[in-house]
């Protein structure tokens, strides 16, 4: 298995620019994930869904984030505009059901 | 509401020596309760993970992690520690009623000839 797939693993951009991040789950997952990390915050879940629809969006800055999932296999997550605090690394990993979560190796984003 | 402490943020060992990485969790649900290890630069891997079946988990590299409810703990352990053990690792719980997975803070492990 290829396990979580993620583009691109780096994006440079000024800010004010958009910016839209990939990921295509493991096969078979119905639960897909997307976190951010950042050395002063740790790990933070911005949003979630299950079979496609959004279960919880609560981490994520409403105003300019928007998560989509149009199929079973692929996701993206948008940042317009983008910031320079919108810097880290954003993960997207997948599960299915009670099992354990799988992440992708993530994409570091730099605005600048 | 669920939580986890990491009881340390940084181990240091020799190599050849045994690991203990310390982990307590808090949770309404029954939990599910994993490790994750992250070496610099790259992506989070599933050490391990428990969900309700045998106290004693068994991970790769060589790693298990015990459950005590009552002591509300999940310490990872390794018999012998390895130069390429040397990473940050995550204690992570989720509850039986969502998905939602809570971070503890990392401990960064270090591994001395």
């Known amino acids: 298995d290829a396990g979580v797939i993620q583009s691109p693993r780096h994006e440079v951009t000024e800010m004010g620019q958009e910016v839209t991040l990939r990921c295509k789950p493991i096969s078979g997952h119905d639960y897909l994930f997307w976190y951010r990390q950042t050395m002063m915050q740790g790990l933070e879940l911005l949003v979630y869904f299950n079979n496609k629809a959004v279960m919880d969006d609560s981490g994520m800055p409403k105003d300019r984030f928007s998560a989509k999932m149009p199929n079973a296999s692929f996701s993206t997550l948008k940042i317009q505009p983008s910031e320079p605090r919108d810097s880290a690394v954003y993960f997207c990993?997948?599960?299915?059901?009670?099992?354990?979560?799988?992440f992708g190796p993530g994409t570091r984003l730099t605005v600048t | 509401a669920q939580s986890v402490t990491q009881l340390d943020s940084h181990v240091s060992v020799s190599e050849g020596t045994p690991v203990l990485l310390r982990c307590n969790y808090s949770s309404s649900y029954s939990p599910s309760l994993f490790w994750y290890v992250q070496h610099p630069n790259k992506g989070l891997q599933l050490l391990l993970k428990y969900t309700s079946a045998a106290t004693l988990v068994k991970g790769i590299n060589g790693f298990e992690a015990e459950f005590k409810k009552s002591e509300t703990s999940f310490h990872l352990t390794k018999p012998s520690a390895h130069m390429s053990d040397a990473a940050e690792y995550f204690c992570?719980?989720?509850?039986?009623?969502?998905?939602?997975?809570?971070f503890g803070a990392g401990t960064t492990v270090t591994v001395r000839a």
């Open positions: 990993a997948s599960s299915l059901a009670r099992g354990g979560v799988y």
């Open positions: 992570v719980v989720s509850s039986s009623n969502d998905y939602k997975l809570s």
